[in-house]
């Protein structure tokens, strides 16, 4: 499974962004997918998930009500929705695919990462 995140970019606070991730190799639906971000000196975290179906989510607590996960099974493409970006978002974002559900995904991680794309929140 290879995995290609981009939409990264400089966006004011209070501003938007649309991070996409493509997705070759093996059976796009038969996985799990999800964000994660890796800010500057700090540890990779969970940001989002989204069932193989699309029919269930999963958020951390610190984007929850401003980003939105969701998926085109038909476009072997996820896809992160960024508003109200504040500061503290900027980071790498990585996406990633794993054969579990939501859940154990951002409490363990995942089978196949893609290479990040970085986003940039200036004050």
């Known amino acids: 499974v290879q995995l290609q995140a981009s939409g990264g970019g400089l966006v004011q606070a209070g501003g938007s962004l649309r991070l996409s991730c493509a997705v070759s190799?093996?059976?796009?639906?038969?996985?799990?997918m999800g964000w994660f971000r890796q800010a500057p000196g700090k540890e990779r975290d969970f940001v989002a998930a989204v069932s193989w179906g699309g029919g269930s989510t999963y958020y951390a607590d610190s984007v929850k009500g401003r980003f939105t996960i969701f998926r085109d099974n038909a476009k072997n493409t996820v896809y992160l929705d960024m508003n109200s970006l504040k500061p503290e978002d900027t980071a790498v974002y990585f996406c990633a695919a794993d054969h579990r559900g939501t859940v154990p995904m951002a409490k363990y991680g995942a089978d196949y990462w893609g290479k990040g794309t970085l986003v940039t929140v200036s004050s």
């Open positions: 190799g093996r059976t796009f639906s038969s996985y799990s």
